[in-house]
């Protein structure tokens, strides 16, 4: 699309100079290569790197929004037209940050470099914000956009689960696979909140909001629950955890492609072959994953067959 794209007189300069800019070689820093390899499973790796690089913003936190905006979808496109991975709505916020096209939004580079790009942007917007926490009112910002935030006397209940969520992904991301996971006696103080907040937990829909400045797909009926890892797990590498039940593992099985299809095939072939040895904290904590990282794929058959699965290691002695 890049190319067809330079070939036309009627770009832009703004968007003429992103688009070379996104189409050159790769950067070879060392920074770049470290990343490259720790977060090679992330489709789109290196655009996230590349970007999250030029605005000097943690790539793991603009990959944690793209996640939860869009699953890794770059054909995503929401109710109130938001596009692509980073959920860029048209026209409003995509003109603002100087792209005039609609499809050059369906380009996953391009995409996520506006994503980054306005992520940046916000998290300035807010850094002496007086609530002490920029980063949750830069997340609310892009979530509901920057004029609902800033009109708002108290930060949306729905703004809030939403930056609970991309921090979430954020914080798994961030897990080194070669480190011992949380005490055993940690987690187990957690696992009662967490069956207690899953057993009410509702099929994600898609939302309706419609935002003054910015949407996206997540919504208020998402399960965002804490994070109960496994205790000692060790992971050799993204593809072939030794702990095939980590959620390291898990997610990296699932988004190293962004094809919904693919997703969901992968995950119910998973569920079969592993998903039947893992323990009932195991496949809560995955489960609660599961509308972040399959997206459209996460049908009814999917999630009736983890609950079948987690019913039966209840009902076990």
């Known amino acids: 699309m890049i190319k067809k794209l330079l070939q036309r007189s009627t770009l832009r300069p703004m968007q003429l100079a992103l688009l070379v800019l996104l189409s050159g070689p790769s950067f070879t820093m060392t920074w770049a290569e470290e990343n490259t390899d720790r977060l090679g499973d992330i489709p789109f790796a290196e655009c ?6 030029r605005y000097d913003v943690d790539v793991e936190l603009a990959i944690a929004v793209a996640i939860v905006e869009s699953s890794l979808n770059p054909d995503a496109v929401s109710s109130s037209d938001a596009i692509g991975v980073m959920q860029i709505k048209w026209p409003l916020t995509a003109e603002h940050l100087g792209i005039t096209q609609r499809e050059l939004l369906f380009d996953p580079c391009v995409n996520i470099d506006a994503g980054i790009s306005y992520l940046k942007e916000l998290l300035e917007l807010n850094a ?14 892009y979530h ?13 209940a729905q703004a809030v689960d939403y930056a609970k969520a991309v921090f979430k992904q954020r914080d798994t ?7 011992s996971e949380p005490a055993e006696t940690a987690a187990n103080e957690e696992a009662a909140e967490v069956a207690a907040a899953s057993a009410n937990a509702e099929t994600p ?6 935002a003054v400045d ?8 998402s399960p965002v629950f804490d994070q109960v890892e496994e205790s000692k797990r060790v992971v050799e590498s993204p593809q072939v955890p030794q702990n095939p039940c980590s959620t390291v593992g898990v997610r990296s099985l699932v988004l190293n492609t962004h094809n919904p299809t693919e997703r969901g095939e992968k995950f119910a072939l998973w569920l079969t072959e592993t998903g039947v040895n893992c ?12 509308p972040l990282w399959l997206g459209t794929a996460l049908n009814s058959e999917l999630l009736g067959a983890v609950e079948a699965l987690l019913e039966e290691k209840y009902l076990q002695p």
């Not at 323990?279 to 599961?290: A, D, F, V, Y």
């Open 205 to 210: 829909q898609q939302s309706n909001l419609e």
């Open 214 to 221: 910015q949407t996206n797909t997540f919504t208020a009926q």
């Open 144 to 156: 509901l956009g920057p004029t609902t935030i800033a009109n708002a006397e108290t930060l949306p």
């Open 173 to 179: 991301l961030l897990l080194d696979p070669a480190q």
């Open 48 to 53: 996230f790197i590349r970007s999250a690089e």
């Open 128 to 141: 002496n914000s007086e609530s002490g926490e920029p980063e949750v009112q830069a997340l609310a910002s």
């Open 279 to 290: 323990n009932e904290l195991q496949l809560l904590t995955l489960r609660n994953n599961l």
